[in-house]
T-cell receptor, first 114, second 113 residues
Framework: ETGVTQTPRHLVMGMTNKKSLKCEQH?????MYWYKQSAKKPLELMFV???????ENNSVPSRFSPECPNSSHLFLHLHTLQPEDSALYLC?????????????FGSGTRLTVV | LAKTTQPISMDSYEGQEVNITCSHN???????ITWYQQFPSQGPRFIIQ???TKVTNEVASLFIPADRKSSTLSLPRVSLSDTAVYYC??????????????FGKGTKLSVKP
């Protein structure tokens, strides 16, 4: 148990489906993040939230829509994805956006788009 | 953003000490150095963070020379379970810069019996 829980662990979806990834942390952290890790590629930062407010969007396509209803929960809504969006999606949290003390990552959601 | 350079891969044997070096020639005054470990299909795990000289915790040591243009993660007496990818990140952990959020390719450490 890392303190950051992601569900589901695995997801297979068609290109016309709509699905959501969920991330939850009970560490009292104020910042949360979405990362994408494709096969044999470095982690790519997607979104940053600080105190529920989005502070970074790294040119992510609109078919990925994040939502942060409170500092403990983060969602990634997916729609009309492409096969190249298949990847491991990781959620992380930290006390503040600078990362003092490090980021705590979840185990990720393995997404396959068919 | 301070760019980091690490070896792509390293091999070691069980029981050996492993030192992984990261170069960050343009590190800024307010930047800290942070190391993470990642196993396949899992999220990275924080190992250690430091600013200068030496930092030690229960799993690793971090050595940072006076000019801070490089740093070395030292793993004592590695075991097979230390086989993973190790990432070095450099950024202002109190200023909220993205440097501390950008992961490079990391160093793939393979520990053999």
């Amino acid at each position: 148990e890392t303190g950051v829980t992601q569900t589901p662990r695995h997801l297979v979806m068609g290109m016309t489906n709509k699905k959501s990834l969920k991330c939850e942390q009970h560490l009292g952290h104020n910042a949360m993040y979405w990362y994408k890790q494709s096969a044999k590629k470095p982690l790519e930062l997607m979104f940053v939230y600080n105190f529920k407010e989005q502070t970074e969007n790294n040119s992510v396509p609109s078919r990925f829509s994040p939502e942060c209803p409170n500092s403990s929960h983060l969602f990634l809504h997916l729609h009309t994805l492409q096969p190249e969006d298949s990847a491991l999606y990781l959620c992380a949290s930290s006390q503040a956006t600078g990362g003092a003390g490090g980021y705590t990552f979840g185990s990720g959601t393995r997404l396959t788009v068919v | 953003l301070a760019k980091t350079t690490q070896p792509i891969s390293m091999d070691s044997y069980e029981g050996q000490e492993v030192n992984i070096t990261c170069s960050h020639n343009n590190i800024a005054t307010n930047d800290y150095i942070t190391w993470y470990q990642q196993f396949p299909s899992q999220g990275p795990r924080f190992i250690i963070q430091g600013y200068k000289t030496k930092v030690t915790n229960e799993v690793a040591s971090l050595f940072i020379p006076a000019d801070r243009k490089s740093s070395t993660l030292s793993l004592p007496r590695v075991s097979l379970s230390d086989t993973a990818v190790y990432y070095c990140l450099v950024g202002d952990i109190y200023g909220g810069s993205q440097g501390n959020l950008i992961f490079g390719k990391g160093t793939k450490l393979s520990v053999k019996p």
